[in-house]
């Protein structure tokens, strides 16, 4: 009996590169977002230094550029928070992606076990009448 060969071998290889590549782009996604929350943490911690720093001084040109300071840093902050949503909803998109690639190569992947599966069984029923054969022919 010839060895077992999967005829959609070439779409299962194509469905599992899909999947690597929607699991890649899904990772760069959740990258940018963690990118953007550190960004988000940074822009926070000095926006309490400076605001700490505000109250120290007394020269009024000082506070006056802690103030823009602080007003420049509440608008990197509301940047980072429209440009986090915008790519949290992009993880969501790209997660739903690589699920659904996920759901192709599986199909396939059970597919194929079911199928070597039903392989198995006919190659050993071969096996046991060859033998069954071999077993009777000196009888007769």
Known sequence: MKAF??????VLELREFE???????LGKAIGEV??????????????????????????????RAVEHYITRLDNQKE?????????????????????????QRKVLTKLKEKQLIVYKKEKNKKE???IDDIIIEPLI
Do not use: G, W
């Not at 999947?19 to 782009?25: D, K, L, N, S, T």
């Open 19 to 25: 999947e690597r590549q929607c699991e890649i782009e």
């Open 79 to 103: 940047k980072y928070i429209t440009e986090m949503a915008s790519a949290e909803l992009v993880v969501e998109k790209k997660r739903k992606d690589y699920e659904e690639a996920l759901k």
């Open 128 to 130: 046991e009448q060859e």
């Open 5 to 10: 060969v999967f005829s959609l071998e070439k």
């Open 34 to 63: 963690t990118r953007l929350q550190q960004e988000l943490k940074k822009t926070a911690a000095q926006r309490v230094i400076y605001t700490q720093s505000r109250y120290d001084t007394s020269n009024l040109e000082s506070i």
